[in-house]
Nanobody, 125 residues
């Protein structure tokens, strides 16, 4: 069983930066993909960024060029560096881990087998 714990959220002004971290433990060798999703109040959970085994990176159009996903296999962590933050980036950010080898449907929450508890990101205008 894989456990995921997110950290690094907080309150930041428009244009600011935050770095989220997801610490993974347990059966991490069984995971092939790691991703960040976010969920704003009253909205569905939406894909933000993913990294798959082999190094493939995927980003949602609305964060491309602003957010960067990275992975540290030694520390078993996945980070999301967020720059040029906007008020519409306000949401709870979740880390997900997938056991699927294929990258198909990487942007679908149903593709992920494990989730963290989430960390709140609030961007003030």
């Amino acid at each position: 069983q894989v456990q995921l714990v997110e950290s690094g959220g907080g309150l930041v002004q428009t244009g600011g930066s935050l770095r989220l971290s997801c610490a993974a433990s347990g059966g991490t060798r069984s995971t092939n993909g790691m991703a960040w999703f976010r969920q704003a109040p009253g909205k569905e959970r939406e894909f933000v960024a993913a990294m798959w085994s082999g190094g493939s990176l995927y980003y949602a159009d609305f964060v491309r060029g602003r957010f960067t996903i990275s992975r540290d296999d030694v520390k078993n962590t996945v980070a999301l560096e967020m720059n040029s933050l906007k008020p519409e980036d306000t949401a709870v950010y979740y880390c997900g881990a997938s056991r699927h080898y294929s990258v198909l449907f990487y942007n679908s929450a149903s593709r992920y087998d494990y989730w963290g508890q989430g960390t709140q990101v609030t961007v003030s205008s």
